[in-house]
């Protein structure tokens, strides 16, 4: 296996504090820029930011977050979990990850994607019905200014550009430009034909079944003439002690979590049984290190991924407790990983 990289996503879930209220959304963005620190101090690859626009989630403009972490980190990668392209204005997300790559010396990552919570759309003023064609006409504009240094474009969505240059530009340390999926097959082969790369969101079910569209996107490269590139993961996992700790820990909030989404959107009520089950058997990541280090490696060998992203935030676990699994994630998961897969 080529080099592997591990990182961490988050939404900067709203979490509670020692009282088990809720915590203003200003102090869950100063954590949120801790978490990110200290992410770089104990050697993880990447920390991504997803953007949302609801009161559970706190980040709504992930790379205004991501630069405040740029300034006080060396190492980490910095990007986004997902960047909602489709209600977004290309040219602006270019500028801005081009500005965050600058300041971060070459540093920057985006994941685009679509978004699998929709209030950004009504927010910004863009029709539901379009869903689709926004973000394939969108990314394709995208695609177009990353490979610079001009574009001529036409579409239906904005004004058309004729040999237009854009600033700042991305300089001698170009962002790398992932595209999230979800388990499209037309997803995976428009990533391929835009020439970049592959981020699965696996959030439930044994990962396994998402072999068809690796092998997919390994067909279309070779149809389409387009060099493979690393492809990642994106699934939910926690970290602490022991497996008990870790599972009696993330239980209430997964459950708080689930329960609320399932409420919004006619899903059945989430059980102990069904969150244990999804540990043992499907793409929960949750345990010691041993356990999960365990569970990361055998996904990515199953798989032959490069890339695995852990969202180490389920609903309203404590700042406290999600600093104690960054830290065994980077100073133990990681290493143990990378010693299996070496082997």
Same mark, same amino acid.
């Given at each position: ?11 900067? $879930? ?16 100063? $954590? ?5 620190? *200290?992410?770089?101090? #104990? ?12 009161? $559970? ?34 040219? /602006? ?12 010396? !070459?540093?920057?990552? #985006? ?11 009504? =927010?910004? !003023? ?7 064609? =926004? ?19 036409? !579409? ?6 004729? $040999? ?7 300089? &001698? ?22 020439? *970049?790369?592959?981020? *699965?969101?696996?959030?439930? !079910?044994?990962? /396994? ?46 459950? &708080?979590?689930?329960?609320? *989404? ?39 060998? &199953?798989?032959?991924?490069? /890339? ?8 309203? #676990? ?9 830290? =065994?994630?980077?100073?133990? #998961? ?10």
């Amino acid at each position: 296996m080529s080099a592997i990289e591990l990182g961490l996503d988050t939404f900067g $879930d709203v979490t509670v504090d020692t009282s088990g209220a809720p915590k203003p959304m200003d102090q869950v963005l100063r $954590d949120v820029v801790e978490q990110g620190v *200290l992410a770089d101090q #104990v050697g993880i690859h990447f920390i991504g930011l997803g953007e949302h626009h609801r009161p $559970d989630f706190a980040i709504s403009s992930p790379e205004i977050l991501l630069a405040a972490i740029a300034a006080r980190t060396q190492k980490i990668q910095l990007g986004t979990a997902v960047t909602v392209l489709s209600s977004d204005d290309p040219i /602006r997300v270019f500028q801005r990850f081009s500005t965050l790559n600058a300041i971060s010396n !070459g540093r920057a990552e #985006v994941i685009l994607g679509r978004g699998s919570f929709t209030e950004s759309y009504p =927010l910004f !003023g863009y029709d539901l019905n379009e869903y689709e064609m =926004l973000f394939e006409e969108k990314l394709d504009l995208f695609a177009k200014l990353v490979k610079g240094p001009s574009v001529t474009w036409q !579409g239906q969505h904005r004004a058309g550009l004729k $040999d237009q240059k854009v600033y700042p530009p991305v300089g &001698d340390k170009p962002f790398v430009t992932w595209v999230g999926v979800g388990g499209s097959p037309e997803s995976v082969v428009r990533v391929v034909r835009q020439d *970049l790369q592959l981020m *699965l969101a696996i959030i439930g !079910g044994d990962p /396994r079944r998402f072999l068809p569209y690796i092998d997919l996107y390994q067909r279309a490269c070779q149809q389409m003439q387009r060099p493979e590139r690393p492809i990642g993961i994106h699934s939910p996992g926690f970290v602490a002690a022991t497996d008990e700790a870790a599972r009696e820990t993330f239980w209430p909030h997964y459950k &708080d979590m689930y329960g609320r *989404l399932g409420r919004e959107r006619g899903w059945p009520p989430v059980t102990k049984d069904r969150y244990i089950d999804e540990i043992e058997n499907g793409s929960l990541y949750i345990g010691s290190p041993e356990t999960v280090a365990k569970k990361i490696a055998a996904a990515m060998h &199953d798989l032959g991924i490069q /890339r695995f992203d852990m969202k180490y935030t389920t609903g309203p #676990v404590p700042h406290e407790q999600q600093m104690a699994c960054i830290e =065994l994630y980077g100073t133990k #998961v990681i290493p143990m990983v990378k010693d299996i897969l070496s082997a």
